[in-house]
């Protein structure tokens, strides 16, 4: 049963669609119905609809608009319009918005009825499509998964780049004509209500369906219980739809195949050879995916970016990821299984020494990406002379140094991370009570300029404030608009546009909605009491 909500601002037309038609036997729950564009978003918002029906031509915001705004919280939801403009350069405009029909009025039930059963089996099609095994093409997976794994090649050198793309071309990842192309790595799973890992083979072809929708070069697979895609894009479609394409793999994850979806996002590279610094920060990130957020990119894990390093050798990669984890337990398992494996090899004294300052390198590196200014005080507690003196010591007893060390750390970390956390979305807040009157204000343009990602942004300040970033800003919006009305002389128009809204019949519908009066109710009635 798929779940539809109908806005159209004819009453009369709207009624009759939602009593008239028996949505049951036609595979349809209706959830709602709108009579603008606003309270359609708004609905869009708290029931979640696979279907939206409604008018190109709506009050406050357009069908057009509509299905923008509808496209940056709820990619998933299709929509359907019915207009009584037979104009095709709507329906052209529209494409790029989940547009699913175009129908025109005047039409009666037993048409729409027939065309909401075409819709339907456009959705069954949809559903199969994104849990449909496909078999991928291996020699292109292969090459990229070759530059992916490979930690030995040196990103940007000269000649092996030029190389790669030549590759890269010829298995058809990228054309020869594709220029300013950025290069980024995503890993993903998928997990049950009770957080089981449920990833399989077969969801390789749910990921590449969303991201055919927004890309033209992308490569995904199965990597042990993940799946990997490899993207080719410009800075621009990054920017455009990679927030977009994320929570639609989220959202359809959830609706169809009844999985969370979390996202690790890595760093875009200019240079194919960066593909494997990428991928680790994408797995980086997933793992750090946490309850408020399942979206991670790696530039919100340290967002005050630490020294560009190599890649360490893998056991220190590994014992990395542990104390970015968090997990303490898996953290010292690590590093008794690294230490030990040197015991049993009965390494030269050199060689340990080196994997000793690579690890000290290592996690010195990662305390000072978690902060902004390179506050020490873990490292001062054990001071840099005392840090070289344990190389002399027994390998037991570096093992055990290196265990309180690295747990301190993890905890400084951990402790900085939610105080980063914080920062951001005291930041995010003041910048909303700052810029509310923009009319244009928008969650995109807020993480651009503060310098995050949408989805991590709109997370913190679910987490901050208990409200969406669309909430939030209208929390600000009425509240000021009150203080106004109450306080001033101004003008309802100029207090709309002093609130962000240039339509005033639309601050009026908003404000009334909001506070259960009008504005000049409200006015008349402090009036009346003073």
């Known amino acids: 049963m798929y779940k539809i909500l109908v806005a159209d601002d004819e009453e009369e037309l709207r009624r009759a669609i939602v009593r008239k038609i028996d949505w049951k036997s036609i595979g349809f729950e209706l959830v709602g119905e709108a009579e603008n564009g606003a309270e359609a978003l708004e609905l869009v918002e708290k029931t979640e609809p696979d279907l939206l029906l409604t008018d190109i031509r709506m009050p406050f915001i357009s069908g057009l608009e509509l299905a923008r705004q509808v496209r940056e919280v709820r990619p998933y939801t299709q929509i359907a319009f019915l207009s009584g403009y037979d104009d095709f350069s709507y329906a052209q405009e529209a494409i790029r918005y989940n547009i699913i029909s175009y129908m025109l009025k005047p039409i009666s039930m037993s048409e729409l009825t027939e065309n909401l059963i075409n819709i339907k089996e456009k959705l069954d099609h949809i559903f199969e499509d994104f849990a449909r ?95 990997v895609s490899v993207i080719a894009a410009t800075q621009g479609s990054f920017d455009k739809y990679m927030h977009i394409i994320f929570d639609e793999l989220i959202q359809s994850s959830d609706r169809i195949l009844k999985l969370k979806c979390r996202i690790g996002v890595g760093r875009a590279r200019t240079d194919l050879g960066g593909l494997n610094e990428s991928y680790t920060d994408s797995v980086n990130a997933l793992r750090s995916v946490t309850a408020e957020s399942s979206i991670r990119y790696a530039s919100d894990e340290e967002i005050f970016s630490g020294p560009d390093i190599d890649m360490v050798m893998s056991k220190v990669t590994d014992i990395e990821e542990k104390l970015k984890s968090g997990n303490e337990d898996e953290l010292r398992e690590s590093l008794k299984k690294a230490f030990g494996e040197l015991e049993e090899k009965k390494v030269s004294k050199k060689e340990t020494d080196f994997f000793l300052m690579e690890l000290f390198s290592g996690v010195c590196r990662l305390l000072y990406s978690a902060s902004p200014e390179p506050d020490a005080e873990l490292i001062k507690k054990d001071s840099f002379m005392q840090q070289l003196l344990f190389l002399d010591s027994e390998l037991k007893d570096s093992l055990e140094h290196f265990v309180t060390f690295c747990i301190n750390v993890m905890r400084g970390i951990a402790e900085k991370k939610s105080k980063s956390s914080m920062d951001i979305c005291q930041h995010a807040i003041k910048y909303i009570e700052e810029n509310f009157s923009d009319a244009d204000l928008s969650l995109m343009r807020a993480s651009a300029d503060i310098g995050v990602s949408p989805n991590y942004l709109s997370a913190l300040i679910k987490k901050g404030t208990g409200r969406s970033f669309i909430d939030f800003l209208t929390f600000k919006r009425m509240e000021t608009a009150k203080h106004l009305l109450l306080d001033t002389s101004m003008k309802i128009r100029e207090i709309s546009e002093a609130c962000g809204y240039n339509d005033q019949h639309y601050f009026s519908y908003c404000f009334k909605k909001y506070e259960g009066l009008s504005p000049n109710m409200l006015r008349q009635n402090a009036s009346e009491k003073a």
Do not use: P, Q, W
């Not at 749910?206 to 990597?223: G, M, N, W």
């Open 133 to 227: 095994i496909r078999k991928n093409d291996f020699n292109l997976s292969e090459f990229l998964l070759t530059v992916m794994l490979d930690s030995t090649r040196t990103s940007g050198s000269g000649r092996s780049e030029e190389r790669l793309k030549k590759d890269a071309e010829a298995f058809g990842f990228i054309g020869k004509d594709s220029e300013n192309l950025r290069y980024d790595v995503i890993s993903l799973d998928f997990t049950d209500a009770e957080g089981k890992n449920c990833t399989e083979y077969s969801h390789v072809h749910a990921v590449d369906s969303i991201l055919e929708k927004y890309l033209k070069h992308f490569s995904s697979f199965f990597l042990g219980d993940k799946i």
